[in-house]
């Protein structure tokens, strides 16, 4: 389908559609204006889809998803049936509650689970709680009916629908929604190599080293991030066109450090030139320019270290962290003298262009807990900031959210493995506590760094799978006119020479500054009491040994 020609008209972005189950080819959909939210989004297109369900041909093994409230009869029906779905779903909601249908139509392909709505203010409704003891105040309330078990209520941290859906899908036999599709691969995707596997065409992940950081996944991450993101306004001005010329003039200040190749950041530059002067720039203009632009990375989300199994998970979410981290360590390394540079341009970018609407707010909740100001002064300020910020979010969505790769848990990181020296275990003072010991690690910052250094430095990025038509990043990795390979270089090998991961020459790399703080502790200690006893002697000795020495007349002879 071509969006931009007859008879359809697509000509900005973003533009949304309904379209009927049966569809002719001269029907140009319903338009839904002034899309202002995802509440928006929900409120046009379920009512639609509830309305079009009667008119689906549904030539699917699976049953066909109920969006109207289950009455009490029927629920008595299927829990008494000899042939009973092995999981049995009711979510308990108000009637304007758009959770519960999104859940059945998120999970309607997936296979051995039944999900239906009740309506808590109808009759029926009243009764169905009655029946399973479902408190009423706590609404919305899942409540899972599984053969040969109690049913029970679904217990999460937040009671939304991604929650909710996530661990429904960790149920024995059922698994992910067969009708997942890729969103992100759905255009401009190279397949000439062979289909995609997961969300890449690379087809062997086997070779992929996941302890290095690729340059295809930051030109990927741009392109997504140019030609999607940032290209759904009709219109850049105020605050967005602020926003893009800031994240612009971050990689510009980066100088030799640039994360990328050279042609990318001689693009960075003009487009860092021709967004100067510009109060308001449309879609048409802004998209004629990346076209033309030479440099412009033309990556087509093939994914590498960012890659996964699964089509919907990791890449450009994955690809835009790497992006961001590679940035902060390029704005350290050249020693950018606007300490809060990095800071404005993530937090612009993210505010104001991110496609996950949810994903904003939290972002935005993230960085009011999370200060930069305090400690702006420091040449690493945003290394560390942003390296914190991800943590922080890898902690509040480890195996509670439908975005975790489960072989590529969002962990804190970096992991023992991958920096022995960055963590310790903490000192506890109390025997009552010292089967928690292993458990309390306290991060050595100074080693933090010299990961983030040795991972996301241009030089250290990988080249792996880009086009080989130029000569890909900065002079460290250049010999002889052509690309040093740098998939063995050591991680923070601690007992590697070449690295020195601790500047001050009172700390060795077998030491923390906590060992070092209690060395100097016992050491200030031991010399108070010698100067203790040493006074001590002094003042008491002196009149011993005069009365030893006194000779009487009996032994002067």
């Not at 972005?13 to 995802?38: C, M």
Request: glycine letters at 4%.
């Amino acid at each position: 389908m071509t969006c931009h020609r007859d008879p359809f008209w697509v000509i900005g972005h973003p533009q949304f559609r309904l379209y009927p189950s049966v569809w002719n080819t001269s029907d140009i959909g319903k338009s839904v204006e002034k899309i202002v939210s995802a509440q928006k989004i929900r409120e046009e297109i379920l009512p639609f889809v509830d309305e079009e369900l009667p008119n689906l041909k549904w030539t699917h093994d699976l049953p066909a998803p109920i969006l109207k409230p289950i009455t009490y009869k029927e629920v008595m029906e299927h829990m008494e049936a000899d042939d009973r779905v092995l999981h049995f779903v009711l979510i308990f909601e108000e009637p304007d509650s758009y959770m519960g249908k999104e859940m059945i139509l998120d999970m309607s392909s997936c296979s051995n689970i039944l999900l239906r709505r009740v309506d808590v203010t109808s009759a029926d409704g009243l009764v169905i709680a009655e029946k399973f003891s479902i408190d009423m105040r706590a609404v919305p309330q899942v409540m899972l009916s599984t053969i040969s078990q109690q049913p029970r209520v679904v217990d999460v941290n937040m009671k939304t629908r991604y929650f909710y859906v996530y661990q429904l899908e960790l149920l024995p036999e059922v698994g992910k929604p067969k009708a997942k599709l890729n969103w992100q691969f759905s255009n401009n995707v190279d397949t000439s190599q062979g289909p995609l596997n997961g969300n890449s065409n690379i087809k062997d992940h086997m070779s992929i080293n996941w302890e290095r950081s690729y340059l295809a996944d930051i030109e990927s991450a741009m392109n997504y991030m140019f030609t999607v993101e940032v290209s759904a306004n009709k219109k850049l001005d105020g605050k967005k066109l602020e926003a893009v010329k800031k994240l612009v003039e971050a990689f510009v200040q980066t100088k030799d450090h640039f994360p990328g190749r050279s042609s990318t950041r001689r693009f960075m530059e003009g487009l860092n030139g021709w967004l100067a002067d510009r109060s308001s720039i449309h879609y048409d203009v802004w998209s004629a320019y990346l076209q033309s632009a030479k440099g412009f990375p033309k990556a087509n989300h093939m994914w590498v270290g960012c890659s996964s199994d699964q089509p919907t998970l990791r890449g450009y979410p994955c690809g835009l962290w790497t992006m961001f981290h590679a940035l902060s360590v390029a704005c350290s390394n050249a020693k950018v003298k606007d300490s809060h540079l990095f800071y404005d341009a993530m937090t612009g970018y993210i505010l104001n262009f991110f496609s996950c609407l949810e994903c904003r707010k939290n972002f935005g909740k993230e960085i009011q807990e999370i200060e930069f100001d305090s400690e702006a002064d420091d040449q690493h300020a945003s290394m560390l900031w942003l390296w914190r910020l991800h943590n922080s979010v890898n902690k509040r969505l480890h195996n509670h959210s439908t975005t975790e790769d489960q072989s590529h848990p969002k962990l804190q990181f970096p992991t023992e493995e991958d920096c022995s020296h960055c963590q310790h275990p903490a000192v506890v003072a109390s025997k009552k506590f010292n089967k928690l010991k292993d458990h309390l690690r306290i991060w050595d910052e100074q080693y933090v760094v010299e990961y983030l250094k040795q991972r996301y430095s241009v030089q250290n990025l990988l080249n792996d799978y880009l086009d080989d038509d130029e000569i890909a990043v900065g002079e460290p990795e250049l010999k002889n006119g052509k690309r040093i390979r740098l998939r063995n270089l050591p991680i923070l090998d601690p007992s590697s020479q070449q690295h020195s991961y601790i500047k001050s020459p009172l700390f060795s790399p077998s030491l923390t500054s906590i060992d070092f703080n209690l060395c100097l502790f016992f050491w200030i200690t031991s010399l108070c009491f010698a100067l203790y006893v040493y006074h001590n002697v002094s003042a008491r000795g002196i009149p011993y040994l005069s009365r030893k020495i006194v000779r009487t007349p009996s032994t002067m002879y």
